[in-house]
């Protein structure tokens, strides 16, 4: 079984900073990407970006436009997601997520975390 823990997240004012992290527990072998999801109120679940386990390949939402960067700690099992120059329409639940399966590029993921709460406040 394989369980993600985002943390992290809190209330910043606009053109703040954080970082989110999520650590990853469980099967290691065949986890293909790791991805960050944001969901704001009456809002569709919205890709933020993915990064390849073993290559570290990276891919953003067009929205990102160099504000966001993900990266990964292999050896903690830790995803992160800095985030700068923060607007009030981030605000949303973040959440992490691991493929294994290969669909990633569909936004097919095998495992959710529970989400961690960012507001940016104006």
């Known amino acids: 079984q394989v369980q993600l823990v985002e943390s992290g997240g809190g209330l910043v004012q606009t053109g703040g900073s954080l970082t989110l992290s999520c650590e990853v527990s469980?099967?290691?072998?065949?986890?293909?990407?790791m991805g960050w999801f944001r969901q704001a109120p009456g809002k569709e679940r919205e890709f933020v970006a993915a990064?390849?386990?073993?290559?570290?390949?990276?891919h953003y939402g067009s929205f990102v436009k160099d504000r966001f960067t993900i990266s990964r700690d292999v050896a903690e099992n830790t995803v992160y997601l800095q985030m700068s120059n923060l607007k009030p329409e981030d605000t949303a639940i973040y959440y992490c997520?691991?493929?294994?399966?290969?669909?990633?590029?569909?936004?097919?993921?095998?495992?959710w975390g529970q989400g961690t709460q960012v507001t940016v406040s104006s």
């Open positions: 469980g099967r290691a072998s065949g986890r293909n990407v």
């Open positions: 990064i390849t386990w073993n290559g570290g390949n990276e």
């Open positions: 997520a691991a493929d294994y399966s290969g669909d990633w590029n569909l936004g097919k993921y095998d495992y």
